[in-house]
């Protein structure tokens, strides 16, 4: 079993729709969670991470962590066609050797149309 | 303009033929890695560096070696590539720092085809 299970779509939307992306994890030992977003050809870039259980918004953008239930969410408001990428779940331990060791879901395929 | 730059972009190649993937980073980040990216599978790491002259294996290391002799530099050696290592390639970085950890700097990619 992969510690980060993602659904890896396609998820197809039209513009101006609510996006929920999800992820659940397996390691009771990640403290960190973050999503990457990655376009065609690119690299992936940080979106958004939260420290425990909580939310956290950013614009458009909020970040969901359940840690009871093992559960990554990522929802985009008012969703644009620029907003069609790949979205990356992960997850990550504290301290010692763990320093950077992300361990990421499979990616969501999303497209937004017009 | 802050950036992690490999080289080359795609490569083909063929089996057993040594070839190494160049990463630099201009942010005097500490910590550098590699991943690959496969279909399915997501990211995996390879390789990762905490400082100059520190490395040590991710999770997939197997037929990889890399070296770490300047700060800004992180070479992907295959000394002798098979075609399961046909991938997308990304080397990433960050500063230290708890938070850091979370924030990283990923280069454009490497796709490399083994025949």
């Known amino acids: 079993q992969k510690e980060v299970e993602q659904d890896p779509g396609p998820l197809s939307v039209p513009e101006g729709a609510i996006v929920s992306l999800n992820c659940t994890y397996s390691n009771s030992a990640f403290q960190y969670f973050m999503w990457y977003r990655q376009y065609s050809r690119k690299g992936p870039e940080l979106l958004m991470y939260?420290?425990?259980?909580g939310n956290k918004e950013d614009g458009r953008f909020t970040a969901q962590v359940d840690k009871s239930s093992k559960y990554i969410s990522l929802f985009i408001r008012d969703s644009q066609p620029s907003d069609s990428a790949t979205y990356l779940c992960?997850?990550?331990?504290?301290?010692?050797?763990?320093?950077?060791?992300?361990?990421f879901g499979q990616g969501t395929i999303l497209t937004v149309h017009p | 303009e802050a950036q992690v730059t490999q080289n080359p972009r795609y490569l083909i190649t063929v089996t057993g033929k040594k070839l190494t993937v160049t990463c630099s980073q201009n942010m005097n980040h500490e910590y550098m890695s590699w991943y690959r990216q496969d279909p399915g599978l997501g990211l995996r790491q390879i390789y990762y560096?905490?400082?100059?002259?520190?490395?040590d294996k991710g999770d997939v290391p197997e037929g990889y070696k890399v070296s770490r002799k300047e700060k800004r530099n992180f070479p992907l050696i295959l000394e002798s590539p098979s075609p399961n290592q046909t991938s997308l390639y990304f080397c990433a970085s960050t500063r230290q720092g708890a938070v850091g950890a979370n924030v990283l700097t990923f280069g454009a990619g490497s796709r490399l085809t083994v025949l």
């Open positions: 560096s905490m400082n100059v002259e520190v490395t």
């Open positions: 992960a997850g990550r331990r504290t301290g010692g050797t763990s320093y950077g060791k992300l361990t």
């Open positions: 939260t420290y425990s259980s």
